[in-house]
């Protein structure tokens, strides 16, 4: 019997908006909690750092081109970097294909959600038609309410029912933007119904195993509490 699997999309308010990092986070969380959890990020473009990360925390579990089947070398948007050859149902499939492989499926897209993939086609479309739940990664700095408002604005036109902000802190508290105090408040002013979720500074490179346990650690009761949410 085929197992049913629950996805979740981890997107961003743009490159650098720690995507990986929480997909990383949330990976390692739940495996340490004993379920059968995937990741996977089905486009790529530029090095593949990002997938090796990933790959590190589930060993064994996929190849890397399972895990992420359409990798570009020149760091472009991803229209551009395919030639255009790249189309929706594409990378609906290849999520699909690993639905039923596992509890939950964790999918890390690129960039932010209007990211060109094809012709016409962005993140948003390929959430749209997997009707799965949205986690949006932002940084807690200056800037980030128009960012996440964007962004939630479109999660809301397409009919995403469940959508989480984690917002991480970008410096260690004596460099702290003094936006960070406030940003939450006003966003939650504006999204009552949206779960919010803070993340402290964890350092500047995560990249590691190692780095990403030790913060998981320090991130155990926020994820737990995100968790058990989605």
């Not at 390692?28 to 959890?37: N, P």
């Not at 959430?127 to 949006?136: G, N, S």
């Not at 802190?169 to 949206?194: G, H, M, Q, Y």
């Not at 500047?204 to 990403?212: A, E, V």
Request: glycine content about 6%.
């Amino acid at each position: 019997m085929k197992r049913v699997t629950r996805t979740h999309f981890i997107t961003g308010t743009g490159t650098g908006s720690g995507k990986t990092t929480l997909t990383a986070l949330l990976l390692d969380h739940l495996r340490a909690q004993g379920e059968i959890v995937i990741a996977v990020k089905p486009v790529c473009t530029g090095p593949r750092d990002d997938v090796q990360l990933l790959q590190s925390l589930q060993p064994g579990a996929l190849s890397d081109d399972e895990m992420n089947p359409f990798h570009y070398q020149n760091p472009v948007t991803p229209l551009v970097a395919s030639r255009r050859r790249l189309k929706k149902e594409h990378i609906v499939n290849a999520i699909r294909q690993r639905e039923g492989e596992c509890d939950r499926l964790l999918v890390e897209g690129a960039g932010g959600l209007r990211v060109p993939l094809a012709a016409g086609v962005a993140w948003d479309e390929v959430v749209k038609t997997l009707k799965c739940d949205v986690v949006l990664a932002a940084q807690n700095r200056l800037g980030v309410l128009n960012e996440v408002n964007l962004t939630l604005d479109r999660l809301k036109s397409i009919g995403a029912k469940k959508v989480f902000v984690v917002l991480s802190e970008c410096w260690p508290p004596s460099r702290r933007d003094p936006s960070a105090a406030s940003n939450e408040r006003v966003l939650a002013e504006f999204w009552p119904k949206t779960p919010f979720f803070r993340l402290p500074y964890l350092g500047s490179n995560l990249g590691t195993p190692r780095k990403i346990r030790a913060a998981r650690k320090k991130t155990k009761k926020t994820l737990a509490r995100l968790v058990s949410l989605l």
